[in-house]
């Protein structure tokens, strides 16, 4: 398998993302356009973001902070957040277990 043979998917507005599936857990790769946001929201999933290139604005918890290449967020099961690309960004996602709805 390759990612750049994967078809994107828009999942928001100015954010499209390629996905893997296992049998536990979900592995995506997304390409944010400058300004696009993900709406406030919470999920079963526990998450793992990765900034691999750009700036993003990410609110966890209700404290907002700005990470950039390098950075990791955890993000534990059932907790609020939102995010905003400052940049273009290239991000990664895992979750566990599988994302459904981006299958």
């Known amino acids: 398998m390759n990612v750049n043979q994967l078809e994107s998917k828009e999942v928001f507005?100015?954010?499209?993302g390629k996905f893997i599936h296992g049998d536990q857990l979900?592995?995506?790769?997304?390409?944010?356009?400058k300004g696009?946001?993900?709406?406030?929201?919470?999920h079963p999933h526990e998450q793992m973001m990765h900034v691999v290139k750009g700036?993003?604005?990410?609110?966890l918890n209700a404290e907002t902070k700005t990470y950039t290449d390098g950075?990791?967020?955890?993000?534990?099961?059932?907790?609020p957040h939102?995010?905003?690309a400052?940049?273009?960004?290239?991000?990664?996602?895992?979750?566990?277990?599988v994302r459904k709805e981006y299958q």
């Not at 696009?36 to 919470?42: K, N, S």
């Not at 400052?86 to 277990?97: A, H, R």
């Open 55 to 59: 700036t993003f604005s990410f609110t």
């Open 82 to 84: 939102a995010g905003k």
């Open 36 to 42: 696009a946001e993900v709406p406030l929201h919470q």
């Open 13 to 16: 507005p100015g954010l499209k």
């Open 71 to 79: 950075d990791v967020v955890v993000i534990p099961s059932n907790q």
């Open 26 to 33: 979900s592995w995506a790769f997304w390409e944010v356009d």
């Open 86 to 97: 400052l940049t273009d960004c290239v991000l990664m996602d895992v979750f566990t277990p």
